[in-house]
């Protein structure tokens, strides 16, 4: 293994204590004092780990995942971090996946305070202490985190960290806590969408005529605002706004709680609607009366939001899984009726990518998975014959690596051997140079051979992937998808094979364009580093 380091930073809770400091002020301060400890010991940084997102799981930090994935690979001789507490916060399993990673490829965990060599037995248990502590104390500050907010709400003060559109969060003078102060550009246009909703807008004969959602989102978008969020205003972020309590002086807290649930062995986080929730008058002034807010609810209870999980039935077979290549949202199905086909469209009124029929675009879709499977089977070598249950090639590959191990493990052997007949005076200085040389040479050789062939097997490990997962899936697709009796079940299986796909029409016009003149980008399921 090389002499190189690394170094992660990530910026913890206990760095909140310094309120005047920003993550890349905390990092870069943290980074100094672990420029300062490598030069210290001699150590050579060849990598930096910055963690700017802040995450309880590795999932949820994406640099911490690539260190451990370079750290498995025996990249790195060691790690330097400010705390062991900084690489693991989550829950046990990722406690072990860390503790498991530094200790077989016997990477050291250098801080400030120690050295942790995850290999000695006291280290070890020195190390998974650690992280145990910093997990009782992670559930400790989160608990007493949770208490203060809900507290502030039933003060009426507002607990979140970003405010509504159309206001801005200001310290409370004198006092803990925060509350919610008017920007008056914003206010304006939530005064001017509720007045749509509720009263109607103004017209040229000096009626009014009440707007719905999407016609709200429509006008918005065309006088160019622009919401806090992104680009365009969407018909899910005028209803967020038609019935938050905010804007008629009210606090509302632990509406949207967050659920974790294990599916297919991964935590997914949910954040459903409760009814069971705290609501108070806030210390903050509304923009609106209560009076109107109490009249849009009325008017959203007589067309409320339709969920899949109230309708129970997935009617578009492409739902969650087509995504839109101008504004990067998920395309919706439209349906007609009336015997024309349904359509999938961007559900953002202002995008200009052009609609196509659903069919059309089911139809493209297996067509490019008949294409990328023969591409991807004449990568892969692959032909259409049965193999034998044993692939002789992993054995043969797999054999050769215990031998390189031993290999090295000798020549390891017998240049501590030589060090103890340099001391003994078997050997010149001249005569140990040479030897020593030489079993340099011969141990960067074997390392050398030890690294292609691991890239090897897992390359032919991944080919064995797709011979026994992937291709089969796509096979079964395409297969058996025309006979499958529900969207939902064609659904199911197309998310097995493909993560999305990008979809791009530029043209539009029944006479100016043919109905399937667009564009897919498809995106299979495939394991790391593959082709």
Not at 16 to 30: F, N, Q, Y
Not at 99 to 113: D, V
Not at 261 to 277: A, E, H, N, W
Request: charged share 35%.
């Amino acid at each position: 293994m090389a002499d190189k380091y690394c170094m992660y930073l990530r910026k913890s809770r206990k760095d909140d204590d310094i309120k005047s400091e920003s993550i890349e002020e905390t990092l870069a301060r943290h980074e100094k004092a672990l420029w300062e400890l490598a030069e210290r010991n001699g150590l050579t940084v060849e990598c930096v780990h910055r963690e700017v997102v802040s995450g309880e799981t590795i999932e949820a930090r994406p640099v911490m995942q690539q260190l451990l994935k370079e750290v498995e690979q025996g990249m790195w001789r060691g790690v330097l971090v400010m705390e062991v507490e900084r690489l693991a916060r989550g829950d046990t399993s990722d406690q072990g996946r860390v503790a498991k990673a530094f200790k077989y490829s016997e990477t050291l965990i250098i801080t400030p305070n120690k050295i942790y060599d995850p290999t000695n037995e006291f280290d070890e248990e020195y190390f998974e202490f650690g992280l145990f502590m910093s997990r009782r104390e992670l559930k400790t500050i989160t608990r007493r985190l949770q208490e203060g907010r809900k507290r502030s709400a039933l003060e009426g003060k507002y607990p979140g960290n970003k405010p509504p559109y159309g206001y801005k969060r200001v310290k409370i003078h004198g006092q803990k806590g925060y509350t919610l102060e008017e920007e008056p550009e914003e206010a304006d246009v939530v005064r001017m969408i509720f007045e749509w909703y509720t009263a109607g807008e103004k017209q040229p004969d000096g009626t009014t005529k009440r707007l719905g959602v999407s016609l709200i989102v429509r006008r918005l978008n065309e006088l160019k605002i622009r919401p806090s969020k992104g680009d365009v205003w969407t018909v899910p972020s005028i209803r967020d706004i038609l019935i938050n309590p905010a804007y008629a002086g009210k606090i509302r807290w632990y509406w949207r709680r967050t659920n974790k649930k294990l599916v297919d062995g991964k935590i997914t986080v949910q954040r459903p609607r409760s009814d069971d929730y705290i609501l108070v008058n806030g210390l903050h002034k509304g923009i609106i009366s209560e009076e109107t807010f109490n009249k849009a609810q009325e008017f959203m209870k007589q067309n409320p939001a339709r969920p899949i999980s109230e309708r129970n039935v997935v009617k578009n077979p492409l739902a969650g899984l087509v995504v839109c290549g101008v504004c990067k949202r998920k395309m919706v199905r439209r349906p007609y009726g009336n015997d024309y086909p349904d359509t999938l469209m961007c559900p953002v009124t202002s995008c200009d990518n052009v609609s196509s029929h659903l069919h059309l675009v089911e139809e493209k879709i297996l067509e490019g998975l008949k294409d990328w499977l023969a591409g991807y089977k004449l990568i892969w070598n692959i032909d259409d014959k049965p193999k034998k249950a044993t692939n002789s090639a992993l054995d043969m590959a797999h054999k050769s690596l215990i031998k390189l191990e031993k290999n090295i493990e000798t020549i390891r052997t017998q240049q501590s051997n030589l060090d103890d007949l340099l001391e003994q005076g078997v050997y010149d200085i001249d005569k140990y140079k040479q030897r020593s040389q030489i079993l340099d040479e011969r141990i960067k050789q074997a390392e050398k051979d030890y690294k292609d062939l691991q890239d090897k097997l897992a390359k032919e490990e991944q080919r064995e992937e797709a011979r026994k997962v992937i291709i089969p899936k796509v096979e079964k697709l395409i297969e058996t998808y025309h006979a499958l009796p529900t969207p939902q079940a064609k659904n199911d299986l197309l998310k097995e094979v493909l993560e999305k796909v990008v979809y791009t029409k530029k043209k539009g016009g029944r006479w100016h364009t043919s109905p399937d003149d667009f564009e897919l980008v498809l995106y299979p399921r495939l394991p790391d580093s593959n082709p």
